[in-house]
């Protein structure tokens, strides 16, 4: 008797609240989903920098520290006086252009903060290695881009507290979005003046060719390459085609299979240490493992026996 | 020594050098040759057996059996279809990793990209990314930070919404004057999608947003950590935190395994593979809202979070990549959208602009999606000046090119949402060109 009663009320307990609405995940407001991060890995990844110098670790790096470090790490893209090489950016240059036909917009001329370039060369550079740099690289490269663009002296240090007092000149010239800033009406009828089209047609020969190949003949053709080669593919294309796809900074041309004729005289174990150590050449400089120094000596050798094979 | 013979390849001389290919290279290269023309004999056979299809002959097909089930166990698309395929502008950018692509919208029906040609753009190329060790993390101005592995993310209730995603550079090589002779590359950094996550607002909610948090910081993790500053309305708006697309998870290319996705905003608000939020009291003004991704306007100051990509429409068809022939009956059917809401009309040409009919809207009619319109014509065979313009149900009228140009000059590279012109020419050949 006394049993049942408590079987009973433990099973009216269980349905009071399999009914209640407090279950229901939206009414509550809270799902419990996700653990709390540790301070250490929110400090791993918190890594952004604001114009007011939030989020700027502890350090400095000086002009003369970034000429070095900008020479063998920036300057095959970006051109030894930040002009830019082929279709990478200049970062330097262009002041006073931005009303022109053809406006630069460098670092100098155009960025409004001084804060987004040492963001920028922390998270993105260089291109190939990016999140590679020390803090104390970052500070001198970006001391160093903003010596190029006569914006500190060449005897200035860049540390944590003087970066957000940067005055970049072209600060003033943004605001914020004012679109719709066109006005059309929905005419339908005489709407212009047929007599006054003046047609404008396009140039010629520069759009790209867009006949495919036939899936028929699929162009695997890797077959002909050796496994040091094939190896060597991937990391070809994630490290070396950023500049020897478009002979960029007077890079060899993957393409370009006299220029490598030449070069192999030498002998493939000189190529592959140039390509490893690093090399200052006729037409160009190679940067150490092209800039990624996370690259093994390995796949350096690979991706140069790639790049002699490759068609 | 092998300096002394002339090389069969500069190839096969180069391995040789090289000490590194097989003798058999040489015969490979041979074989390779041989394949290619047993290769067009092939076609040509094909080409003769495709009039034996025809009625009154029984086809090939119809007569045999075809292939059986998971031959292709993911499938794909026709053999006849391989053109229908991504393709871009290789002088607009320096490189492939930091470049862009175009969907091939000449070939797309109705509104939905398939998967495999949803436009690509990355700043550091796409990275191959392992669910398991991929986090959110969402931190800053929040009484209570969270860091969600794949599974925790997909425990919360989803919502599937179609939306299209667009650069703001579509149509950006136009500015100064028509370029390109083929609509994916006047239009193609277009895309649409059903797009499935969580809302961003739900999570907001989860971590507790303090009073003074009234910007996010969206970041990839992706090589170039791609970062973007969105307002606090925005988040809480209709932003969702997504992993899937038309169905299936997200494709590497768009943001695997979760990206941001911001309807009706310029696409690269949308950061994919996004591994971090934080809420802050000020936009952090990083490279690409500022350098970037920021209108240049003619009196040299420049627009920054210019985030709506506003009415917009062309003409698919005919285009220069799919002319008309004989005259005849045909449909001028074309695509329209707004990332400020619904479509309300679209209004075509085909005299330059000086009289419009309106065309109509057919299928579904969503909301900041790509929307199809459709106008019948019968054509005489007399040249023709076409034109398509959306109105939104804001009210918003698609400008003019002089419009835009009078207020934006040629400089801005974004946000070039003009009438385009097709002009049809009496063989049915359709060439790119602008009205002054």
Redesign the interface.
């Known amino acids: 008797m006394c049993n049942l009663n408590k079987s009973f009320v433990a099973a009216f307990f269980i349905i009071l609240i399999s009914i209640s609405p407090g279950l229901f995940a ?1 009414d509550s ?3 419990g ?5 540790t301070n250490e ?2 400090a791993g ?8 110098g939030k989020g700027l670790p502890k350090g400095q790096g000086s002009v003369l520290q970034g000429e070095e470090l900008y020479e063998a790490k920036c300057a095959s ?1 970006h051109g030894l006086f930040g002009e830019g090489e ?3 950016p200049p970062l330097a240059g262009g002041e006073d252009s ?2 022109n036909d053809r ?1 630069e ?1 460098t ?1 100098g001329s ?4 001084a ?2 370039l040492w ?2 060369i922390n ?2 550079m260089p ?1 190939t290695a ?2 590679t740099l020390s803090i104390s690289e970052v500070y001198a490269i970006t001391a160093y881009v903003l010596y190029l663009n006569d914006l500190i002296e060449d005897d200035f240090v860049l540390t944590q507290d003087n970066l957000a007092s940067i005055n970049m000149p072209n600060e003033e ?22 007599n006054k ?7 010629r020969g ?3 060719e ?1 006949a ?1 190949e ?4 699929p162009k695997t ?1 890797q ?4 496994e ?2 094939i190896a060597g593919k991937a990391t070809y294309t ?1 490290s070396c ?2 500049c020897h ?2 002979g ?1 900074a007077g890079a060899p041309k993957i393409s370009d ?2 220029t ?2 030449k070069r ?1 005289e030498q002998g ?1 174990d000189t190529l592959v240490k140039h390509a490893t150590l690093g090399f200052q050449g006729d037409t160009g400089l190679m940067p150490a493992k092209g800039g990624n120094l996370a690259l093994t000596d390995e796949q350096v050798k690979n991706a140069v ?1 790639y790049m ?4 | 020594m092998a300096n002394s013979k002339k090389p069969e390849s ?2 096969v ?3 040789e ?6 003798s058999s ?1 040489r015969r ?2 041979l074989k ?1 040759g041989v ?2 023309s047993t ?1 067009l004999a ?2 040509i056979a094909t080409g003769e057996a495709i009039s034996n299809n025809l009625p009154p002959n029984i086809p090939s097909w119809s007569k045999s059996l075809g292939t059986g089930v998971v031959s292709t166990p993911y499938g794909i698309p026709s ?1 006849f279809e ?2 229908v ?1 991504r ?5 607009l ?6 470049s862009i692509s175009m969907s091939p919208i000449q070939e797309l029906k109705g509104i939905i990209t398939p998967n495999g040609l949803v436009f690509e753009r990355y ?3 796409a990275p191959t990314v392992n669910p398991d060790e991929h986090r959110l ?1 969402i ?1 800053g101005l929040v009484d ?5 592995t794949m599974d ?1 993310l997909m ?3 989803s919502e599937s919404v179609i939306n299209f995603l667009e650069c703001p550079a579509n149509g950006g090589m136009e500015w100064r ?6 609509l ?2 006047t239009h193609g950094m277009i895309s649409c999608c059903e797009w499935t996550g969580v809302r961003l607002s ?1 999570l907001l ?2 971590v507790g947003v303090q009073a003074n948090g009234k910007w996010v ?1 969206a ?1 990839g993790a992706d ?3 791609m ?1 973007r500053s969105i307002p606090m309305d925005k988040a809480l708006d209709d932003a969702l935190i997504v992993y899937a697309q038309n169905g299936e998870k997200l494709r590497p290319e768009q943001g695997y395994p979760v990206r941001l996705f911001n309807p009706g905003w310029e696409g690269n608000t949308s950061v994919k593979w996004l ?2 939020l ?1 809420i ?1 009291d ?1 936009p ?4 690409e809202e ?2 970037k991704y ?3 306007m ?11 990509q ?1 009415a917009n429409s062309v003409i698919t068809s005919p285009c220069p ?1 799919n002319p008309w022939g004989e005259k005849g009956s045909y449909e001028i059917e074309g695509l329209a959208w707004s990332g400020r809401g619904k479509i309300k ?1 679209v ?1 075509v040409s085909i ?7 309106p065309a109509r809207l057919k299928g579904l009619v969503l909301a900041k999606a790509l929307t199809r319109f459709s106008l019948p014509f019968k054509w005489d065979g007399a040249p023709s ?1 076409l034109q398509s ?1 959306a ?1 939104d149900e804001t009210g ?5 090119l002089t ?2 140009r009078d ?2 000059g040629t ?1 801005s590279i974004y ?1 070039k949402n003009s009438i385009h ?1 097709w ?1 049809l020419h009496s063989n049915g050949k359709i ?6």
């Open positions: 939206a407001g809270h799902f989903i996700g653990k709390k991060p890995e929110i990844w918190d890594i952004d920098v604001r114009p007011d893209c082929g279709r990478w931005l009303t406006p917009k670092v155009y960025w409004p903060y804060s987004t963001d920028y998270r993105a291109f990016p999140k010239n943004f605001y914020i979005d004012n679109r719709p800033d066109t006005n059309n009406a929905r005419c339908m009828n005489n709407c212009k003046d047929p089209i003046i047609v404008v047609q396009s140039l520069i759009t790209p867009q495919q036939s899936s028929d003949t053709t077959s002909s390459l050796s040091t080669a994630t085609l950023v796809d478009s960029v299979k006299e490598w004729t192999l493939i026996h002699i094979e490759a068609e | 500069s190839k001389y180069l391995a050098l090289a000490n590194q290919v097989p290279s490979d290269f390779k394949k290619f290769g092939a076609s053999k391989n053109n395929i393709r871009t502008v290789p002088w950018t320096a490189d492939k990793i930091s700043h550091a190329g993390m931190h209570n930070p969270l860091i969600f925790d425990r919360f209730p004057g028509p370029q390109m002779e083929a994916q590359f739900t909610e989860e910081l970041e090589g170039a950590g970062s591994r971090r934080e802050g000020k952090w003004h990083h490279r500022t350098s920021t209108d240049l003619p009196d040299g100051r420049a627009r920054r979070f210019s985030y709506e506003e990549e009309h209004d005299d330059g602009g000086v009289t419009w009919r000046l313009r109105i918003y009228v698609q400008p003019t419009q835009l207020v934006r400089n946000h012109t002009q060439k790119n060109v602008q009205l002054k």
